[in-house]
C-alpha cells in the first residue's frame, strides 16, 4: 500500500484560530459533504506529536465479521484453532455453515469454545449455521487487570505443583493441569485487545494505553502463558513421582529452585514493571544465573538406579528454570520500554 501525504497550508482566522482545509476525495466518501452544517469531528493528539482525525468519534467499535463455510472443515482440533484465530484477530462476530447438516463435533468445538473464550456467545443457531458474537466490552477488561491476574495464576500453578509433590498430593497436581484453560483464556483475551487496538486507535485511547504498552503486554502474556505451561509439566511429572520413593534432600533442592525462580525472579519482575524500577528489573536478571547453577545441582543419586525417576526430575528442573527465565525476559522488555519513557 502506498500512502501520499498531502501538504496544505495554514490559514488563520480570527484572533487566535488556526484552520486547515480537508481533502475533498476524504470529505465525499464520508458523505460529509452532505451533511456539514452542525458536522463534528473527532481530534486525537498523538504521543508522537500526530493528530488523528476521526469522522465519527462517537460511533461504536467496528463491528468485523468472520463467514467460515465448514463443508471442508471434517477435525475437531482444526476448528477450535480457527475459532481461536478468528477470536484473537479481534472478530466481533463469527459465523459457521454448512451446506448440510453440522457433524456432531462442530457443537461440541463451539460449546468448548465459548466456555473457554473470554466474550464469545451463541446468539443464533440451527442445523446449518451458528452465529456467535463477542459480548465483552474491551473497556471492562484493562490489559493491566489481566496481566495481574495472569501473574497470580501463574504463580500459584507453580507454587501447587511444588506443593504436591511435597505431600503427594495427586489431586492436587490434577488441579493445576486443569487451570492450564484459565491461563489460556487470559493470553488469548490480551492477544485479541492487542490487535483491535491496533486496528483502532480510538479504541486504544478510551482503553488508555498506547500502541507500545499494548505490544508489552502482549508479550508479557505470551511469556506469563508459557510458564503456566511449564507449570502443568510439572504437574504431569509429579504424578509420575508421587508413588515412587523420592529422595527428601532431591525434593528440598527442587523446593529451594522453584522458590528463587517464583518469589526472586518471577514476582519481583511484577514488582519491577508496577514500580517502573529499572534497577529491579536489571537485578531480577542476574539472579537468574544463580538459578541456573541451582538446578544443575538437581541429579538423581546414582545408587537410585531408576530411568523413570530421573526423567521426569530432568523435566521438573527444566521447567523451573524456564519459569525463571521467562521472568527475566519480562524484566528486559521492562528495561526496553522504561528507556523509551
Same mark, same amino acid.
Not at 462476530?93 to 457443537?107: A, E, H, M
Not at 544463580?290 to 538423581?300: F, G, H, K, R, Y
Given at each position: ?76 482440533? %482444526? &476448528?477450535? @484453532? #480457527?475459532?481461536?484465530? $478468528? ?8 459465523? /459457521?455453515?454448512?451446506? !448440510? ?121 505470551? %511469556? &506469563?502463558? @508459557? #510458564?503456566?505451561?511449564? $507449570? ?8 509420575? /513421582?508421587?508413588?515412587? !520413593? ?96
Amino acid at each position: 500500500m502506498v500512502f501520499n501525504i498531502e501538504t496544505r497550508k495554514i490559514q488563520k482566522t480570527g484572533g487566535s484560530s488556526y484552520i486547515i482545509s480537508l481533502p475533498i476525495d476524504w470529505i465525499k466518501s464520508h458523505k460529509i459533504d452532505k451533511n456539514y452544517k452542525g458536522y463534528s469531528m473527532g481530534i486525537i493528539s498523538q504521543p508522537d506529536g500526530n493528530l488523528l482525525i476521526t469522522p465519527n468519534p462517537n460511533k461504536e467499535e467496528l463491528q468485523r465479521v468472520k463467514d467460515f463455510n465448514l463443508d471442508d472443515i471434517k477435525d475437531y482440533n %482444526f &476448528l477450535f @484453532r #480457527i475459532l481461536i484465530g $478468528a477470536y484473537i484477530m479481534g472478530f466481533s462476530k463469527i459465523s /459457521l455453515k454448512s451446506s !448440510k447438516k453440522f457433524d456432531p463435533f462442530v457443537r461440541d468445538c463451539v460449546a468448548n469454545f465459548t466456555q473457554i473464550a473470554i466474550g464469545p456467545e451463541i446468539i443464533e443457531e440451527s442445523n446449518q449455521y451458528i452465529l456467535i458474537k463477542d459480548l465483552l466490552n474491551p473497556k471492562e477488561m484493562p490489559f493491566e487487570k489481566t496481566i495481574r491476574r495472569m501473574y497470580i495464576l501463574a504463580e500459584s500453578m507453580h507454587e501447587d505443583a511444588i506443593t504436591a509433590l511435597k505431600t503427594r498430593d495427586k489431586e492436587l497436581a490434577e488441579e493445576v493441569i486443569k487451570r492450564d484453560n484459565d491461563i489460556d483464556r487470559l493470553h488469548w483475551l490480551i492477544g485479541r485487545q492487542s490487535n483491535m487496538v491496533l486496528k483502532d486507535i480510538i479504541l486504544c485511547q478510551k482503553m488508555g494505553v498506547s500502541l507500545e504498552e499494548a505490544n508489552q503486554y502482549q508479550s508479557f502474556s505470551k %511469556f &506469563l502463558e @508459557r #510458564i503456566g505451561d511449564h $507449570a502443568v509439566k510439572i504437574a504431569v511429572n509429579v504424578k509420575k /513421582l508421587i508413588d515412587q !520413593k523420592v529422595d527428601k534432600q532431591l525434593v528440598e533442592k527442587i523446593s529451594k529452585a522453584s522458590d528463587m525462580a517464583l518469589k526472586k525472579i518471577l514476582m519481583m519482575s511484577l514488582d519491577a514493571w508496577l514500580q517502573k524500577d529499572i534497577n529491579l528489573a536489571n537485578e531480577n536478571i542476574e539472579i537468574i544465573k544463580d538459578l541456573i547453577a541451582l538446578c544443575e545441582d538437581i541429579t538423581v543419586e546414582p545408587n537410585q538406579n531408576n530411568v523413570e525417576l530421573s526423567i521426569a526430575v530432568s523435566y521438573i528442573v527444566e521447567s523451573i528454570r524456564r519459569t525463571g527465565e521467562y521472568g527475566g525476559d519480562i524484566s528486559e522488555i521492562i528495561i526496553n520500554n522504561l528507556i523509551n519513557q
